[in-house]
């Protein structure tokens, strides 16, 4: 797979556009004085956390459903 045909595969990620919108609603907190940093970074890091734990979960489901043991 080309790194084109990655990004592509990214950016129709429902799980990727989710990300997007909490990093952006978190941003937007603290822009209007509604969330401190800190509040902002765990939110990121958050955020990061269960878009990264959604890829491998995904990961490890096409790896199991092609070893023929599903």
Request: net charge positive; charged share 20%.
């Amino acid at each position: 797979m080309t790194l084109k045909d990655q990004i592509v595969k990214v950016l129709r990620s429902r799980k990727f556009w989710v990300l997007v919108l909490a990093l952006l609603t978190a941003t937007g907190g603290y822009c209007t004085g509604e969330l401190a940093f800190w509040e902002l970074l765990k939110a990121v890091v958050a955020s990061l956390a269960v878009y990264s734990t959604g890829v491998a979960i995904e990961d490890a489901g096409l790896k199991f459903k092609g070893s023929g043991k599903g």
